[in-house]
């Protein structure tokens, strides 16, 4: 069987998982790129397990741990996948993170991005929005 689309580093952890059901060898750290394919990786297999183990570091992940273009890659990944909306809310939620947390320049995270994603973006923050309108009470 190949995997011609599979980097070879990530099937290498996906090996190491099922032989220790540890995400990580020793000595190895993710970004955020890494756990994205280690996820669509385990989604692909149905290896349920995994796949949360995967969720839950995704969803702890601060995007300011990874140097570089790295949330503009992910949501790249995220929107390029048919019907995976679990990745797309991450990805919504993490632009949101790093432009509220102003470690990332908003012109540089909404310029690339498709029409599905601003969509999804404007529809979370018109909901934030909302819901901090309630919040406020008439004199």
């Known amino acids: 069987m190949t995997l011609d689309d599979v980097d070879p580093r990530i099937f290498g952890f996906f090996v ?25 990786l ?6 349920h397990p995994l ?17 570089g273009n790295t949330l503009k890659d992910f949501q790249l990944l995220a929107y390029g996948i048919d019907g ?16 509220m947390g102003e470690s990332e320049s908003p012109d540089n995270l909404i310029d690339d991005m498709t029409p599905e994603m601003v969509a999804d973006y404007a529809k979370a923050i018109s909901g934030d929005l909302i819901r901090s309108m309630k919040l406020l009470k008439p004199w």
């Not at 385990?42 to 290896?47: K, L, N, P, S, Y």
């Not at 796949?51 to 140097?67: A, G, H, K, M």
């Not at 995976?84 to 432009?99: F, G, M, P, T, Y």
Request: proline residues 5%; contains cysteine.
């Open 42 to 47: 385990a989604d692909r297999f149905m290896v």
């Open 84 to 99: 995976d909306n679990w990745l797309k809310e991450q990805s919504v939620k993490l632009v949101r993170e790093a432009i």
């Open 16 to 40: 190491h998982w099922l032989y220790t059901q540890e995400l990580c060898p020793k000595g190895e750290a993710f970004i955020l790129m890494d756990l994205t394919r280690f996820y669509r």
């Open 51 to 67: 796949q949360n183990d995967l969720r839950l570091r995704i969803t702890c992940f601060v995007p300011s741990q990874d140097p």
